[in-house]
T-cell receptor, first 112, second 113 residues
Framework: DAGITQSPRHKVTETGTPVTLRCHQT?????MYWYRQDPGHGLRLIHY???????DKGEVSDGYSVSRSKTEDFLLTLESATSSQTSVYFC???????????FGEGSRLTVL | DQQVKQNSPSLSVQEGRISILNCDYT??????FLWYKKYPAEGPTFLIS?????DKNEDGRFTVFLNKSAKHLSLHIVPSQPGDSAVYFC????????????FGQGTRLTINP
C-alpha cells in the first residue's frame, strides 16, 4: 500500500456550494492525480501534479481546481458544485513515469 | 473520443476456466499498457503491465498479450478463481507525458462456481 488517505469518503452537498476533497500520502511519491469514475466512462483524469506547486490539467478539468502546497497533500476543489460532478473521485500517486499508480479508496460525492 | 476501449461491459466465466478480457486502443503513440483490478468500495490496484517492445508478459495466473499491429491487448487469467470477480480496467500511457494514464471503461468479470 502507498499509504493514501482520502477525505471525506462520502459527501452529499447542494448545487452551487464549494467542495474540497483531500488526498494525503505518506510515501513521498512525486506524482499525484485526481480521477473520477463514472459508469460507461471508466476513470478519467481531472488534474495531476508532478511536484509541489506544479500541476496540470487532465481531460475533464473544467469546474475543478487543485493545489499542492506540500508533497504529501493534493487538494481537489469544486468551486461551485453541479449535479454533473456527482461521481466517485479517486486520488492516485506514482513514483515513475511508467504509469503504475497507487490509488486511494475513493470519495463518493453526491450533488443534489 | 475514447482512445482506450473495452467493448465488453461484463464477462461471466466458470471457475477453473480461462478468462479473457480484451482492450483496444486507437493511438499508436501509447508505449506502455497496464491492467488494474477493482473491487467494490475500493480503489483500483495494479495487476500487470507490458511495454510496447514486448508482445507478452506473464505473472503467475495472469498473462497480458499485446498486438501492436491490431492495437489490441488482452488479459488472460488461468485458472479463474472466485476471488478474480472484479472490474478490470486496461490503461495506456505514453502520450502527452508518460504519467498520464488513459483508462478504458472497464469490464466486470464474474467467476461462477
Amino acid at each position: 500500500d502507498a499509504g493514501i488517505t482520502q477525505s471525506p469518503r462520502h459527501k452529499v452537498t447542494e448545487t452551487g456550494t464549494p467542495v474540497t476533497l483531500r488526498c494525503h500520502q505518506t510515501e513521498n511519491h512525486r506524482y499525484m492525480y485526481w480521477y473520477r469514475q463514472d459508469p460507461g466512462h471508466g476513470l478519467r483524469l481531472i488534474h495531476y501534479s508532478y511536484g509541489v506547486k506544479d500541476t496540470d490539467k487532465g481531460e475533464v478539468s473544467d469546474g475543478y481546481s487543485v493545489s499542492r502546497s506540500k508533497t504529501e497533500d493534493f487538494l481537489l476543489t469544486l468551486e461551485s458544485a453541479t449535479s454533473s460532478q456527482t461521481s466517485v473521485y479517486f486520488c492516485a500517486t506514482g513514483t515513475t513515469n511508467t504509469g503504475e499508480l497507487f490509488f486511494g479508496e475513493g470519495s463518493r460525492l453526491t450533488v443534489l | 473520443d475514447q482512445q482506450v476501449k473495452q467493448n465488453s461491459p461484463s464477462l461471466s466465466v466458470q471457475e477453473g476456466r480461462i478468462s479473457i478480457l480484451n482492450c483496444d486502443y486507437t493511438n499508436s503513440m501509447f508505449d506502455y499498457f497496464l491492467w488494474y483490478k477493482k473491487y467494490p468500495a475500493e480503489g483500483p490496484t495494479f495487476l500487470i503491465s507490458i511495454s510496447s517492445i514486448k508482445d507478452k508478459n506473464e505473472d503467475g495466473r495472469f498473462t497480458v498479450f499485446l498486438n501492436k499491429s491490431a492495437k489490441h491487448l488482452s488479459l488472460h487469467i488461468v485458472p479463474s478463481q472466485p476471488g478474480d470477480s472484479a472490474v478490470y480496467f486496461c490503461a495506456a500511457s505514453g502520450v502527452q507525458g508518460a504519467q498520464k494514464l488513459v483508462f478504458g471503461q472497464g469490464t466486470r468479470l464474474t467467476i461462477n462456481p
